[in-house]
């Protein structure tokens, strides 16, 4: 068996990690990345048969009996990661009635996975019934993201609207735009069911007044997607006070679309 500290998957946990600590997306506990592993790749540092021990996950994922994930731990710092990844992630492994996680590595002082694990097993299922090759699903909060949610109405067309005119790449690099739930409790079923159902539509989920989720085939997708966002949402905020002189055109957002050849919501447009 290889050591696992070298293993590529934890390498880039702890490496976004600590990157989305230093964005201050994370302060605290706050935030949470899952990623779905191969098995294949998982097996060369890890006996993937062996449970170190069980843990209850709350609802049935059956879908995803047998797949494993690496999984940010509830009440952990990403500040921490990357110092302490045995104590900090875990990888699990959907046990066959998909109640139960295995525990095959990590969460060493008995820890668990994140209190938003249902969002993301949820999220998970209904994104690979979208994209098969979808591994990630990332959680945090942005700054301006979060500070947007408290001006701006948190309608998904009127968000996303206004996400794609404050920088030229927004609608290229997210042209299903935004889905946009109201403020809700976390940690339970019914947000997990309810961003899931989000997912179906949308990579980009922003959770009122809360934080957002993306998911994604790569880490990097995911991440780009949540820092354009970011960042359209930090000119929004560095400009929304002030008189409006110009702005990105429907037409151009639409011109740019059609340059670009993705397939954007034309209802989300004027
Ligand atoms: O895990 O961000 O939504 C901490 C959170 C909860
Ligand atoms: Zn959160």
Not at 106 to 116: A, R
Not at 168 to 196: H, K, R
Not at 208 to 218: D, E
Request: charged residues 25%; aromatic residues 10%.
């Amino acid at each position: 068996m290889k050591n696992i500290m070298d293993a590529p998957f934890l390498t880039e946990m702890r490496r976004t990690t600590a990157n989305m600590y230093r964005l201050g997306w994370d302060e605290r506990n706050g935030g949470n990345i899952s990623c779905l592993l191969q098995s294949e790749e998982v097996g060369r540092y890890i006996d993937i048969d062996s449970a170190v021990r069980e843990i209850p996950i709350g609802f049935e994922a059956k879908e995803l009996a047998g797949r494993i994930f690496i999984v940010t731990g509830t009440g952990r710092y990403f500040k921490n990661v990357q110092d302490d990844p045995e104590n900090n992630l875990g990888i699990i492994r959907i046990a066959p009635d998909g109640r139960t996680a295995r525990l095959l590595w990590g969460y060493k002082d008995g820890g668990k996975f994140t209190s938003e694990l249902p969002a993301h097993l949820m999220s998970h299922m209904a994104r690979l019934k979208v994209d098969p090759e979808n591994r990630i699903i990332m959680h945090c909060h942005p700054t301006h993201t979060l500070a947007m949610n408290y001006v701006h109405e948190l309608d998904e067309r009127k968000f996303t609207h206004t996400l794609w005119e404050m920088c030229t790449e927004c609608i290229v690099v997210f042209p299903d735009g935004v889905g946009v739930l109201p403020w809700m409790l976390c940690g339970t079923n019914s947000i997990g069911e309810a961003t899931a159902e989000k997912m179906k539509e949308f990579r980009l989920v922003i959770w009122g007044m809360h934080g957002i989720y993306g998911a994604g085939k790569t880490m990097d997708e995911t991440f780009g997607l949540i820092e354009t966002v970011e960042k359209a949402a930090q000119i929004y905020m560095l400009t929304a006070h002030l008189p409006r002189i110009n702005t990105i055109k429907d037409s151009e957002l639409r011109e740019l679309a059609e340059f670009f050849g993705v397939k954007y919501r034309e209802d989300f447009l004027n």
